[in-house]
């Protein structure tokens, strides 16, 4: 494949994932990735700023999340906001069970790339809550609420990759987004 071919960025990204699943994050470099897409060094920091951030995806989850909630109708509680953001994501990660599967075991296997993941998610809840505020929820709801939210993705995301789920992810993080209702509801000291 030559180096004018589109979507270096993707090509950049798979190449990625097949190296790290087969020698390792640490044991690849760079040059590698880009030799294995079919392009240079310098491509690949034309897309992304260093090896750990081929993993992460820029902003699109972040951009999904926040735009669906930022676009939820005004009648919506801020947990039926959240539900909407949601929604919004499980439907990008549609078809592509098996390629997180894939990228989540190259990031369990390494610490900096868990810590990475971590600071992605503390992102995420900074952005949902910065949207929560300009929908007009108070603190602290407008934080706890996007806490909460992103703990929900989490461990729904987590559910959703175990080889025995097979309901897409919808149904998981409607599901725990339920539990989180009913964990919450039981009121103070119950």
Known sequence: MGRWEPNARGRLAEAALE????????????AEIAGRAGLTERTYFRHYADKREVLFGGTELQDLLVGAAAGAPESLTPIGVLAVGLDAVSEMFEGRRAYARKRQAVITANAELRERELIKLASLSAALAGTLRRRGVPEPAASLTAEAGIAVFKVGFERWLEDSEERGMAPVMRELLDELKAVAGGGPGS
């Not at 190296?19 to 640490?26: A, T, V, W």
């Open 19 to 30: 190296l790290y699943s087969e020698r390792g994050f640490e044991q690849t470099t760079v």
